[in-house]
């Protein structure tokens, strides 16, 4: 069983994680989990602290936490993002110059500090920033933080510079990775995060939070920032912004740190941890028969 997060335990005032029984619903799940799956798995190493940390009690033991990484996800083609650039920079009347944030509207994602700074950055710096959305707004707590954007947007001033595409099929996906200044994700969850590592799949410049888990993911690979602090989110945009050589090096970091560990290396760990797991159940199985 893979627990992503325990982002409930770690950041119970959001209401996407503790609301509506959404906090008794993870509980029941992981604690039931804990106490019975053969293997669990974590995205990294910070992960499996927190499932050790907070179910350790509920009878999990080091050896049954199995790190099994993310990848960048299957349906990304870098080389798609040059042949459908045009085709998709035409559908979704995308700017000639953004920055890049696929994010569903959910509180923790931190999207009104993104627009705060935009503001920051026109008049502190006399710089206007394009930044793109996309992702669900649906539900309720969604519906609530999407106008909170929209309405924040129209008393900056800043709408001309905030593009909402809604949802994007993974088709188009690639293309506007490519053809984005940067992605910025000043999320308040981890322990890491997938789009990081798409980012880096398409060369693109990673901004994001300097917080546990991420900080270890995206190591001197990216522009880390208090995901708290507007003035620091807005220095690392502009940053990401207009320093092109800065950005060039970033991008090629990011490809780099993906070499490390493939999907191949996935696979294989999988596969490894599948064995594990199988070879786990025949000893209980050999044990029961043999008392």
């Known amino acids: 069983m893979a627990i992503h997060d325990v982002q409930h335990r770690l950041h119970p005032e959001y209401p996407e994680v503790s609301a509506n029984g959404e906090w008794e619903s993870r509980e029941y799940c992981f604690r039931n989990g804990s106490r019975h799956a053969t293997l669990l798995l974590a995205d990294s190493e910070i992960g499996r602290e927190d499932i050790l940390q907070c179910y350790q ?80 707004q649906t539900g309720e707590i969604r519906q609530h933080t999407f106008r909170q954007v ?49 980012a880096w799949a398409h060369a693109c410049p990673v901004l994001t939070s300097d917080i546990r888990g991420i900080r270890e993911q995206v190591g001197d690979a990216g522009i880390l920032v208090d995901p708290i602090s507007v003035e620091a989110l807005a220095d690392g945009m502009y940053r990401l912004w207009t320093d092109e050589t800065l950005a060039s090096s970033l991008a090629q970091r990011g490809l780099q740190r993906l070499t490390r560990y493939t999907a191949d290396d996935f696979g294989q760990r999988l596969i490894d941890i ?10 209980a199985q050999s044990q029961r028969v043999s008392i």
Not at 105 to 129: G, M, S, T, Y
Not at 150 to 172: H, M, R, T
């Open 150 to 198: 929209i309405d924040l947007c129209a008393q900056l001033g800043v709408e001309e510079q905030v593009y909402y595409l809604g949802y994007v099929p993974d088709k188009d996906i690639s293309a506007i990775y490519g053809g984005s200044a940067g992605l910025v994700m000043p999320s308040f969850f981890g322990p890491t995060n997938i789009p990081v590592l798409e």
């Open 57 to 136: 009690s509920y009878g999990v033991t080091p050896d049954r936490v199995k790190i099994l990484p993310f990848v960048p996800a299957c349906y990304l083609n870098k080389d798609d993002s040059k042949i459908d650039g045009e085709r998709v920079r035409e559908r979704y009347r995308l700017p000639k110059r953004y920055l890049f944030y696929p994010a569903q509207f959910w509180p923790h994602k931190n999207h009104l500090r993104i627009i705060r700074a935009l503001k920051l950055l026109r008049d502190a710096r006399d710089v206007e920033v394009r930044i793109v959305f996309c992702g669900s």
């Open 274 to 283: 599948l064995e594990e797991a199988k070879a786990r159940v025949r000893q």
